[in-house]
T-cell receptor, first 113, second 110 residues
Framework: DGGITQSPKYLFRKEGQNVTLSCEQNLNHDAMYWYRQDPGQGLRLIYYSQIVNDFQKGDIAEGYSVSREKKESFPLTVTSAQKNPTAFYLC????????????FGSGTQLSVL | EDQVTQSPEALRLQEGESSSLNCSYTVSGLRGLFWYRQDPGKGPEFLFTLYSAGEEKEKERLKATLTKKESFLHITAPKPEDSATYLCAVQPPTGRALTFGSGTRLQVQP
């Protein structure tokens, strides 16, 4: 079945540590997205990528980095510069500029030790 | 700047008590409005897409409507399994990503 796989489901970060969240899709979508969700809040856009080897900052990109070396993969690194990383992180994909729905992964809960 | 405001933030209903959730938006050139349902600790699940004012879509106990300024998600005779957070999002003109509202947390008590 086609879908989006995020891993790990739970992740703990020590102070000063960088951590990487994985996102893989087999839907053949060209665009991929990372959203952050804080408790009781909506989704805020961190980064998005329209095509391989290209990506743009969203509304809250500071303290995060991404890469898009393959169409299927869009990993997110939470760097030590992100001082408040505890949140639920969601990866999504769709065909760029289409009006089809956004497909979501099951999320990664990141917490600080 | 695109803005999406959802109200109320939280809603508690008795089973069978119908109600509506509101999504107000400000976006130049709306291309589509999406409704999603999200259970705790999970990714959002797609419910509806609305493209133009006057459009309506239904699925089981849910009905979504769209005007030029807002969308409503009507829940008829809700059941406890309808308890979730309902998210609204707008698709602006070409080249920009979806903008989400903060959601409405719905609790349906038996």
């Amino acid at each position: 079945d086609g879908g989006i796989t995020q891993s790990p489901k739970y992740l703990f970060r020590k102070e000063g540590q960088n951590v990487t969240l994985s996102c893989e899709q087999n839907l053949n979508h060209d665009a991929m997205y990372w959203y952050r969700q804080d408790p009781g809040q909506g989704l805020r856009l961190i980064y998005y990528s329209q095509i391989v080897n290209d990506f743009q900052k969203g509304d809250i990109a500071e303290g995060y980095s991404v890469s898009r070396e393959k169409k299927e993969s869009f990993p997110l690194t939470v760097t030590s510069a992100q001082k408040n990383p505890t949140a639920f992180y969601l990866c999504a994909s769709k065909n760029w500029d289409s009006l089809e729905k956004l497909f979501f992964g099951s999320g990664t809960q990141l917490s600080v030790l | 700047e695109d803005q999406v405001t959802q109200s109320p933030e939280a809603l508690r209903l008795q089973e069978g008590e119908s109600s509506s959730l509101n999504c107000s938006y400000t976006v130049s050139g709306l291309r589509g409005l999406f409704w999603y349902r999200q259970d705790p600790g999970k990714g959002p699940e797609f419910l509806f897409t609305l493209y133009s004012a006057g459009e309506e879509k239904e699925k089981e106990r849910l009905k979504a409507t769209l005007t030029k300024k807002e969308s409503f998600l009507h829940i008829t005779a809700p059941k406890p399994e309808d308890s979730a957070t309902y998210l609204c999002a707008v698709q602006p003109p070409t080249g920009r990503a979806l903008t989400f509202g903060s959601g409405t947390r719905l609790q349906v008590q038996p």
